[in-house]
């Protein structure tokens, strides 16, 4: 069955019109990556297609646990992730592939006026673990609005920097 949960988030002083062209230029997305706190991160694809982008990465997550354990789990906390996007309606499909028993994938929107743009993010999340996976998806529910946050904020930074270019 899974856990389901959904993310808003608005962003002043954009609009959809520049939201739009901004989010047209691979460059922005790959900034956005490059930022986000992880090691190795590894673009896997990152082209537009028609109407489409797609944008294939994979990166160590900065989880908080010891260097030691982070050592000794080593790829342990790698993700996978594959966003789909399609650039005239401004929708997404992401899915989050991980070394771990866990399916998480998400349905984005970005909506807005000529004064904000309003991203909703609407994630399924299931963990392959008999008898805890309820809390351990609400433990993943946690870390991904913490992630989910944290990219809001620099796709609001590198947006802002672009328009002030």
């Known amino acids: 069955m899974g856990?389901?949960?959904?993310?808003?988030?608005?962003?002043?002083?954009?609009?959809?019109?520049?939201?739009?062209?901004?989010?047209?230029?691979?460059t922005l997305h790959e900034a956005v990556c490059r930022r986000?706190?992880?090691?190795?991160?590894?673009?896997?694809e990152s082209q537009i297609q028609g109407g489409t982008y797609t944008l294939r990465r994979a990166y160590n997550l900065d989880v908080n646990i010891p260097?030691?354990?982070?050592?000794?789990?080593?790829?342990?906390?790698?993700?996978?992730?594959?966003?789909?996007t399609n650039l005239t309606a401004?929708?997404?499909?992401?899915?989050?592939?991980?070394?771990l028993p866990l399916?998480?994938?998400?349905?984005?929107?970005?909506?807005?006026?000529?004064?904000?743009?309003?991203?909703?993010?609407?994630?399924?999340?299931?963990?392959?673990?008999?008898l805890i996976s309820g809390m351990l998806e609400k433990h993943a529910e946690g870390e991904i609005r913490k992630f989910s946050a944290l990219e809001i904020e620099i796709v609001e930074?590198?947006?802002?920097?672009?328009l002030s270019a």
């Open 90 to 99: 401004l929708t997404s499909t992401i899915e989050l592939g991980a070394n």
């Open 157 to 162: 930074d590198e947006l802002k920097k672009n």
């Open 3 to 26: 856990h389901r949960f959904t993310v808003n988030s608005t962003i002043q002083g954009v609009s959809i019109d520049q939201f739009k062209q901004l989010a047209a230029d691979t």
């Open 103 to 130: 399916e998480a994938n998400c349905e984005r929107a970005v909506t807005g006026n000529d004064q904000q743009v309003h991203i909703t993010l609407n994630w399924h999340v299931k963990v392959k673990v008999p």
């Open 67 to 84: 260097d030691i354990a982070k050592k000794f789990l080593k790829d342990a906390f790698r993700v996978k992730r594959t966003d789909i």
């Open 36 to 44: 986000i706190p992880g090691e190795n991160l590894e673009i896997i």
